[in-house]
């Protein structure tokens, strides 16, 4: 482990998993970051939150949590309280203040069409409680999450998508980690599962670093180097 740079924690979003951060990974390990992509569960923000916090904790040395979509609602979760967490990055993710939710956030401003686009799947959680999974209809998949990747690779995200817990995208957040620790937010013009007005939105309430990109959902797999440069900027500025 590189002893003069920040562990890079990265959490994915909803339908999505751990291999959407493959490109930054790779721009980040080559530029030496110890980089960990965290397989987060998708359960319920609460439990989201404290698995991601739990790993956190365990990393020596300072580090930088960068949260995409639905992950950004679990890093601020996580991130309260934790001294090592020197930076925060949002990519067309959620900062929720106390209270708030992925669903009501997304529904603030026009231009999700993700809810026309879902498949809900009724399954029993080990306590006996009935809830639905949520996926992307795999037709629909390319145009609603990953618009700017090719088709092929659109085509195996959609197979390979993580379902979110209906839950999860309702549950409200917790005191939020962006009041306290530095943020920086990447804004994709082109989403459309969270409006770019809404994400601009929340970067400028948090008073976070804001960079935009021209990009869909899936902009850590369309644009690996601007989401890797923004999380490079973020750990100089805090290191």
């Not at 924690?9 to 490109?23: C, Q, R, T, Y």
């Not at 300072?62 to 991130?79: F, K, T």
């Not at 949002?90 to 069409?113: C, I, N, W, Y």
């Not at 670093?209 to 923004?230: C, F, I, M, Q, Y």
Request: glycine share 8%; net charge negative.
């Amino acid at each position: 482990m590189n002893a003069h740079k920040p562990t890079i924690v990265l959490v994915h979003g909803a339908f999505a998993d751990s291999s959407s951060w493959n490109g930054v990974v790779d721009k980040l390990q080559s530029h030496g970051y110890p980089v960990v992509a965290a397989s987060n569960p998708l359960r319920g923000l609460a439990g989201d939150s404290e698995y991601v916090r739990q790993l956190v904790a365990s990393l020596d040395g300072p580090v930088v949590l960068a949260g995409h979509s639905y992950g950004g609602s679990v890093i601020s979760n996580a991130a309260k309280g934790l001294d090592n967490v020197k930076a925060l990055v949002f990519v067309a993710a959620f900062l929720p203040d106390e209270g708030e939710s992925a669903v009501t956030l997304s529904g603030k401003f026009p231009g999700s069409t993700l809810g026309e686009t879902l498949h809900p799947v009724p399954i029993t959680l080990p306590d006996g409680s009935q809830v639905a999974d949520l996926y992307i209809e795999k037709s629909k998949f390319h145009q609603q999450f990953a618009a700017d990747v090719p088709e092929e690779t659109a085509a195996i995200m959609a197979a390979t998508q993580r379902p979110v817990v209906d839950a999860a995208l309702t549950d409200g957040a917790s005191a939020p980690a962006w009041k306290d620790i530095p943020s920086w937010v990447l804004v994709a013009t082109e989403d459309r599962n969270i409006p770019a007005q809404a994400q601009t939105y929340m970067a400028e309430r948090a008073e976070a670093t804001v960079k935009t990109v021209s990009a869909s959902h899936a902009v850590s797999v369309s644009r690996p180097g601007d989401v890797a440069r923004l999380i490079d900027e973020a750990a100089q500025a805090t290191g």
